[in-house]
């Protein structure tokens, strides 16, 4: 195990240099694994993150660590859902899985994407989320991304073949390109399919001026663009071409994205090098970063910059990870 990591790091690393390393980190324990995403609040409380036993939870400072917010199925209970795995499709539809998640921060509504329950949103009180996109086949739902001044919410599912069999080894090997960018107006209640074809579309972000969202296509290792507004709207190109397969991807306060990067190969065996890179609205890639020597070959989903701290999730451990950048 060591040498092939050790042959693989020497191999990818001259690929992703120079890479930046942030010296100072800390993680937050979290009540069970899962953690896709991260969202704060419009008084930047949080962060929030969806686990996969179907809770979504909130950082309430030190001494309680993360507490849970809501739910996202009605009939889950604690004895039978808390700690459990959701990915397990025995599990998922009773005690829910959540994933990604943003607060429509005029409303105070936050959110969020359920493997199995599709697009649900719960009041800034928490509790149990309420469904939205009711007779809307979803396969998979993944990202979401919300226009903050129209309060449109778009939401990518990943596609037939990972909803079928959730095995990612498979999908790097045969590729997929079943996944959609959707679109739900919470004016009219209507959902409508932005994009189709797009390759295990894994996260997505609108652009702070609402001229164009952005998803992270995993399996094509690039960010596709797609026009809101402006003579291109309605149309759709490659944003940027990635080192590796990417996750979410978020905005920043001064308008640039950071998007989770995962170098991968099968090598014979699955062996990831996790990066987060930051990209500018223009798609040039102004920083990245390394996250080998907390993270190890471990896959991450998420990198968020929120007050100067970067925030790192993944699926895979029981904690929340925050460096203090050298630069933000
Ligand atoms: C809870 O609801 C889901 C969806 O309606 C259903 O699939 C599941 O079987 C229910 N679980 C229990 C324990 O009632
Ligand atoms: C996932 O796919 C790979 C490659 O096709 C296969 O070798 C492996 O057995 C699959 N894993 C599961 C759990 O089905
Ligand atoms: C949308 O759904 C909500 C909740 O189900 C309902 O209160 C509202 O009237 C609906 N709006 C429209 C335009 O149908
Ligand atoms: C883009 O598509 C939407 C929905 O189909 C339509 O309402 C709008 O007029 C189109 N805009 C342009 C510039 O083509
Ligand atoms: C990475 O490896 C170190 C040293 O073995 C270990 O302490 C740490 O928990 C690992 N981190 C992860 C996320 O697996």
Redesign the pocket.
């Known amino acids: 195990m060591v040498p092939i990591i050790l042959i693989t790091f020497f191999f990818i690393f001259p690929y992703i240099a120079p890479a930046q390393s942030y010296h100072s980190f800390k993680s937050f324990k979290l009540p069970s694994i899962g953690s896709e995403a991260y969202a704060f609040d419009s008084k930047n409380g949080g962060p929030y993150t969806g686990l996969n036993d179907g809770r979504v939870v909130k950082y309430q400072g030190p001494e309680l660590g993360f507490q849970e917010f809501a739910t996202t199925s009605s009939n889950r209970s604690k004895e039978l859902c808390d700690g459990k795995n959701g990915d397990d499709a025995k599990v998922g539809p009773t005690c829910g899985r959540t994933i990604g998640l943003e607060f429509n921060h005029k409303t105070g509504d936050l959110y969020i994407a359920d493997a199995f329950y599709g697009l649900m949103v719960v009041g800034s009180d928490g509790g149990v989320a309420r469904r939205l996109c009711y007779g809307v086949h979803f396969d998979y739902p993944d990202g979401i991304a919300i226009d903050q001044v129209t309060g449109d919410i778009y939401l990518t599912d990943l596609g037939s073949i990972f909803s079928k069999?959730?095995?990612?080894?498979?999908i790097l090997?045969?590729g997929d390109s079943t996944g959609r960018l959707l679109k739900y107006d919470p004016k009219t209640n209507q959902t409508t399919v932005v994009l189709t074809g797009l390759a295990m579309p894994a996260g997505a972000v609108v652009s702070g001026d609402g001229s164009f969202v952005l998803i992270a296509e995993y399996v094509a290792c690039r960010i596709t663009r797609f026009w809101l507004k402006g003579p291109k709207a309605n149309t759709s190109e490659i944003f940027v071409n990635l080192p590796g397969n990417p996750d979410n991807i978020k905005r920043t306060n001064t308008g640039d994205f950071w998007v989770a990067v995962n170098i991968q190969k099968l090598n014979p065996k699955l062996i990831v090098f996790p990066l987060g890179q930051k990209i500018s609205p223009d798609g040039r890639i102004l920083e990245t970063v390394n996250f080998y020597q907390e993270y190890n070959a471990t896959y991450v989903t998420e990198v968020q910059e929120n007050d100067g701290l970067i925030y790192v999730a993944s699926i895979y451990t029981d904690f929340a990870g925050v460096y203090r950048g050298l630069k933000c």
């Open positions: 069999t959730n095995n990612m080894t498979d090997l045969k």
